[in-house]
């Protein structure tokens, strides 16, 4: 199947600090990517659409000043965490779809000190 | 209605049953039906992925959709230790819509 990349898979930062993760389809172009949340033994819970060269739409109840997408490429998405604070501490995956399929990233656990 | 059903409850087998999944959803639209398998603190890994009903097979793995019924199932054949995962079950509607989750099976193989 697709590849999607995801960089990096593990951080810590300060409170106060601003926090990149990037996404990456390796082998294929993908105009819309997805950024989700996912809580310890939960399902998996979508932030916002990305799509290349627009705006991205985020889902009710996510602040789109703190989590900054940007979609500069058809291969790249980038999810910038903005002053984290300890409660944005959680697991963020992408995801590219290839066709109808839908690929993950291996995902980012970010911890909030 | 729930868009997505999928009983979460821990799944505990032992080594080389056959695990059975199943979810069942609401919406008519969904015309892609997948499979994930997740490790803990990893990303979703597409298992199985099929838009019509019928069996589908792929080594151990053999996904199931009844279109009629709104029902999905996976079964697992000769489970091992490494199977050991959570399994969500996901639908769209094609194009760039949303995947629609159920809440995931964890499912524990005991050698």
């Known amino acids: 199947g697709a590849v999607v990349s995801q960089h990096p898979s593990w951080v810590i930062c300060k409170s106060g600090t601003s926090v990149k993760i990037e996404c990456r389809s390796l082998?294929?172009?993908?105009?819309?990517m997805f950024w989700y949340r996912q809580f310890p033994k939960q399902s998996l819970m979508l932030m916002a659409t990305?799509?290349?060269?627009?705006?991205?739409?985020?889902e009710q109840g996510v602040e789109k000043d703190k989590f900054l997408i940007n979609h500069a490429s058809l291969t790249l998405s980038t999810l910038t965490v903005t002053s984290a604070h300890p409660e944005d501490s959680s697991f963020y995956i992408c995801?590219?779809?290839?066709?109808?399929?839908?690929?993950f990233g291996q995902g980012t656990r970010l911890t909030v000190v | 209605q729930k868009e997505v059903e999928q009983d979460p409850g821990p799944l505990s087998v032992p080594e080389g049953a056959i695990v059975s999944l199943n979810c069942t959803y609401s919406?008519?639209?969904?015309?892609?039906f997948m499979w994930y398998r997740q490790y803990s603190r990893k990303g979703p890994e597409l298992l199985m992925y099929?838009?019509?009903?019928g069996n589908k097979e792929d080594g151990r793995f053999t996904a199931q959709v009844d279109k009629s019924s709104k029902y999905i199932s996976l079964f697992i054949r000769d489970s091992q230790p490494s199977d050991s995962a959570t399994y969500l079950c996901?639908?769209?509607?094609?194009?760039?819509?949303?995947?629609?989750f159920g809440k995931g099976n964890q499912v524990v193989v005991i050698p």
């Open positions: 995801s590219a779809r290839a066709g109808s399929e839908a690929f």
């Open positions: 082998d294929f172009q993908a105009t819309t």
């Open positions: 990305s799509n290349e060269g627009s705006k991205a739409t985020y």
């Open positions: 919406n008519s639209a969904f015309q892609y």
């Open positions: 099929t838009y019509s009903s």
């Open positions: 996901a639908f769209h509607q094609g194009g760039n819509n949303r995947l629609a």
